[in-house]
């Protein structure tokens, strides 16, 4: 049965946090503090982060393969950390929500997922794929996000 990975390089990673940014005029005083994403810094291997919150990463799709059904069957996120403990995953597929599981990291590792339906199932996917993570800095941690892939298979 054909089975298939789709993969997003870290440097897809996004966050959704909020961090101040002051404005100064020609003179250097003090204009406003405007408020924008957090882009992390880009690296060769991947996107650093520090702060705690959810960070998205888009993974194109493959729903059909020669007319068979493609499944999830498993979610991979290779990323490094310090003082940062992982606390949720949510898949959407496009809008609309697909699958929500937690699990614990302390310090550094992998996050491998097999998401199944309420009977144990795999998951149908129609359509891209978004993955959100949470994680929470225990105290001055950082967070590298290497890769994120999605195996998908014909099998159920």
């Known amino acids: 049965m ?4 789709l993969c997003a390089h870290g440097n897809a990673f996004c966050s959704e946090q909020l961090v101040p940014v002051s404005f100064f005029d020609g003179d250097g005083r003090f204009l406003f503090v405007d408020f924008r994403l957090d882009s992390g810094t880009p690296r060769g291997w991947g996107r650093t982060f520090n702060l705690s919150g959810w960070y998205h990463v888009a993974i194109p799709n493959i729903t059909y393969y020669d007319d068979a059904q493609m499944f999830i069957h498993e979610i991979l996120i290779l990323f490094r950390s310090s003082n940062m403990t992982f606390n949720q995953i949510d898949i959407w597929e ?6 929500s599981g937690a699990a614990a990291v302390a310090s550094a ?11 144990g199932r795999t998951l149908f996917a129609r359509s891209g794929l978004g ?5 929470t800095n225990t105290g001055g941690g950082f967070l590298a996000f290497g890769s994120a892939s999605v195996t998908l298979d014909t099998r159920r």
């Open 2 to 5: 054909p089975k298939t990975i």
């Open 94 to 99: 496009g809008g609309s929500f697909l699958w």
């Open 109 to 119: 590792g992998n996050l491998l997922f097999r998401p199944r339906d309420a009977s």
């Open 131 to 135: 993955i959100s993570l949470n994680f």
